[in-house]
């Protein structure tokens, strides 16, 4: 695959600012808002926002379903903040009636740091991306509580909450790498592209 095309999901959260990190790194990046754009891509971006109003939203445009499909046939996927929720398989403290695409053996509690005004930025190690830190945004973050044994934990904070994940073809973050010159998630989501 010499020119990966990788959608992110267009519906709330820095679509923009995604684009332009898989652009930089060579992508084909297009905003995803249909189900037709969702089968034109190789890979998708799931960015922050409102876990609880991406899942309406998503329903609403009829991309619920066919984004759960393409999970399952194993299409890679890196989620940010809200994108983790919505690839966790549970959720605790949901807001009523919502769900996930699902796909990553986890439960995530949402906005398990508090609210915006207890947004925090930290470095962390996560050797599976090398040495050098990565500088993590965390605002009204989630964190993962419960891990299956399939689920690799790429990163963790101190008090040893797990913050990155990774299972098969799926990436989750509880942050933001966007928002910071961040790019080795998003490289590695096309690693996984052009290997699948």
């Keep these: 695959m010499a020119r990966p ?50 899942d309406k939203l998503s329903r609403a445009f009829g991309l619920f379903q066919p984004l759960r499909e393409r999970i399952a046939e194993r299409m890679p996927v890196y989620g940010t903040c809200a994108g983790l929720i919505l690839l966790a398989d549970r959720i605790t403290d949901g807001a009523p009636g919502q769900q996930t695409f699902g796909g990553i053996d986890v439960t995530v509690q949402r906005n398990a740091f508090g609210g915006q005004v207890d947004s925090f930025e930290t470095d962390l190690d996560v050797p599976a991306l090398g040495d050098r830190p990565v500088h993590a945004v965390f605002i009204r973050a989630p964190r993962v509580i419960q891990a299956g044994p399939g689920v690799e934990p790429l990163a963790t904070l101190e008090d040893g909450s797990v913050v990155a994940v990774r299972q098969g073809t799926l990436l989750g973050t509880a942050f933001h790498p966007e928002m910071t010159g961040e790019h080795r998630f998003h490289a590695l989501l096309l690693e996984l592209m052009r290997a699948a």
């Design 5 to 54: 095309r990788a959608g992110v999901l267009a519906l709330q959260g820095d679509v923009r600012e995604h684009l332009r990190v898989l652009t930089l790194l060579g992508a084909e990046a297009v905003p995803v808002r249909t189900p037709a754009e969702l089968a034109s891509v190789d890979g998708l971006v799931v960015p922050g926002g409102e876990s609880s109003v991406i």
